[in-house]
């Protein structure tokens, strides 16, 4: 079964494997494959699952909440967000004004079929809208009970800050940020992790598996494998593209006796790997299929050696981005539409 860890500075627990449908549900698999790959999570003990507005423009919300019905709601933490361009894409159908994340909030709960969601995350930084206006709404939905504590994603060191001393003082939780995170990119170890662990915050980290490079799949010098995500724009084929280099590709390869030395997998090493930061609670998993589930929530509670994570660095070696200020690339500078 899979363990539990504390979400930042509060009294909530999180599944530390937790299931994410960002290019899964409502566009990759059919949705009766979708909720046979969320039940296969329940099975396996997973009981914290993330989605968002946009995936699939909202419909991976709706397939999510056709897989969680008739659960226990009190056994679930259900996790969405906010921020980016859905329906129609008008005006204001993007960004964290007042009135986009006012009306977001409802369409979601609408979709999840659930009366409130646990955690309700800034998906990207609004530089368009102020920021004392963008944590009124959050507190207003907090007071309404619509959402029980607030996350952010993606957010810089100054960022997280200011955003944490406003939550304070309107007295709510600003409890997690949801970066990327990997043995490849630990962009956040210079100054994310630091003021989080200074300001009470955890990280729910996604693509511990750089986007499904760590599973060795991918073979330097070799045609990409049909069917996977580096070949289908549906299922983030963009995202994955930094990664693709022979050299990245080479250096993954070289984990391989890393992880059989440990007696584990490689999918198991990247998500092992990324617990081993103790202001990670969570890292966010996905899935097409529910037999995947079951390699995967095997990483739940190893511990690695210290000459395992010696020899992890040094077979990833100078291909590891470390840059701190990557951060601020990640929030667009003006909303999406």
Request: charge should be negative; glycine fraction near 8%; aromatic fraction near 8%.
């Amino acid at each position: 079964m899979v363990n539990y860890r504390y979400l930042g500075n509060s009294g909530l627990k999180i599944t530390e494997i937790t299931y994410g449908n960002w290019v899964t549900h409502g566009s990759q698999v059919d949705d009766t494959a979708a909720i046979a790959t969320v039940h296969a999570a329940l099975d396996a003990g997973i009981t914290t699952f993330d989605t968002a507005d946009v995936y699939a423009n909202t419909a991976a919300e709706t397939v999510l909440g056709k897989a969680l019905e008739g659960q226990r709601r009190e056994s679930l933490e259900i996790f969405t967000k906010v921020y980016f361009p859905t329906g129609p894409r008008g005006a204001n159908d993007t960004g964290l004004s007042r009135k986009h994340i006012m009306e977001s909030i409802n369409g979601s709960l609408q979709r999840l079929g659930t009366d409130y969601v646990d955690l309700y995350q800034a998906h990207r930084f609004d530089y368009e809208t102020p920021l004392e206006e963008t944590f009124q709404a959050f507190a207003d939905i907090v007071r309404q009970g619509k959402a029980l504590y607030i996350g952010v994603s993606e957010w810089t060191d100054e960022q997280l800050r200011h955003g944490h001393a406003l939550a304070r003082d309107l007295g709510v939780q600003l409890i997690s940020n949801q970066p990327q995170y990997s043995m490849l990119w630990r962009v956040i170890e210079g100054r994310i992790v630091p003021t989080s662990k200074e300001l009470g915050i955890s990280q729910v980290v996604f693509s511990p598996m750089a986007q499904g490079v760590l599973s060795g799949k991918y073979l330097p010098g070799q045609p990409l494998p049909e069917g996977s995500r580096a070949t289908d724009e549906k299922s983030g084929a963009g995202f994955i593209k930094g990664f693709l280099r022979d050299e990245v590709l080479t250096a993954v390869q070289r984990l391989k006796p890393v992880a059989e030395q440990a007696g584990l997998t490689l999918p198991q090493l990247a998500i092992a790997w990324v617990l081993q930061n103790d202001n990670v609670a969570s890292a966010l998993v996905g899935a097409s299929r529910p037999e995947q589930l079951a390699d995967t929530v095997k990483a739940s509670g190893v511990k690695l050696d210290a000459d395992t994570m010696s020899a992890i660095d040094a077979a990833v070696g100078d291909v590891v981005e470390s840059d701190p200020e990557k951060t601020h690339e990640s929030s667009p500078k003006r909303r999406l539409t």
